[in-house]
T-cell receptor
Framework: ETGVTQTPRHLVMGMTNKKSLKCEQHLGHNAMYWYKQSAKKPLELMFVYSLEERVENNSVPSRFSPECPNSSHLFLHLHTLQPEDSALYLC?????????????FGSGTQLSVL | GQQVMQIPQYQHVQEGEDFTTYCNSSTTLSNIQWYKQRPGGHPVFLIQLVKSGEVKKQKRLTFQFGEAKKNSSLHITATQTTDVGTYFCAVTYSGNTPLVFGKGTRLSVIA
């Protein structure tokens, strides 16, 4: 266990559904991240939160909406997704929002959009 | 955006053979991290290199950072089946910028 817990592990949804991914870290870290991992592509950073404030948003479509209610919890709200959004969504945390900090990843949510 | 090249994309080795993956950038790097992802798993941090020419070892794994801080390598001596997985480099270019991940090298070890 890395101290970062993601739920659900697997999710199948239709293009008109609304769902949310949840991430919780038990490490006392101040920064949390959402990454997308697709086949044949590098890990793509989607969002970064530092002390509950969004500090990075890499041109992600508005159908992905993050929420960070406190430094231990991070959500990714999904609505009207497309089939090409099918991927492994990984949450990560680090001690601080600093490029020298190592990332602790959760086990991910494998998302399939039909 | 800036990209980092990682080669090879795939590597199949016999158990006991050595393995090396390379990470190359056209721009000077601030630091580099290496991660390992087992099949069906998530990336796990292995090491961070910061200084020019730095070499670090973890048992059978040797990590190097080039003198010009534009490339790095991960070498595994005498591979074992437990080494199977995808090895990613992740780099930062300057200051407090996000990590940029390479596409990874997928290692298969044949017993």
């Amino acid at each position: 266990e890395t101290g970062v817990t993601q739920t659900p592990r697997h999710l199948v949804m239709g293009m008109t559904n609304k769902k949310s991914l949840k991430c919780e870290q038990h490490l006392g870290h101040n920064a949390m991240y959402w990454y997308k991992q697709s086949a044949k592509k590098p890990l793509e950073l989607m969002f970064v939160y530092s002390l509950e404030e969004r500090v990075e948003n890499n041109s992600v479509p508005s159908r992905f909406s993050p929420e960070c209610p406190n430094s231990s919890h991070l959500f990714l709200h999904l609505h009207t997704l497309q089939p090409e959004d099918s991927a492994l969504y990984l949450c990560a945390s680090s001690q601080s929002w600093d490029s020298n900090e190592k990332l602790f990843f959760g086990s991910g949510t494998q998302l399939s959009v039909l | 955006g800036q990209q980092v090249m990682q080669i090879p994309q795939y590597q199949h080795v016999q158990e006991g053979e050595d393995f090396t993956t390379y990470c190359n950038s056209s721009t000077t790097l601030s630091n580099i991290q290496w991660y390992k992802q087992r099949p069906g798993g998530h990336p796990v941090f292995l090491i961070q290199l910061v200084k020019s020419g730095e070499v670090k070892k973890q048992k059978r794994l040797t990590f190097q950072f080039g003198e010009a801080k534009k490339n790095s390598s991960l070498h595994i001596t005498a591979t074992q089946t437990t080494d199977v997985g995808t090895y990613f480099c992740a780099v930062t270019y300057s200051g407090n910028t996000p990590l940029v991940f390479g596409k990874g090298t997928r290692l298969s070890v044949i017993a």
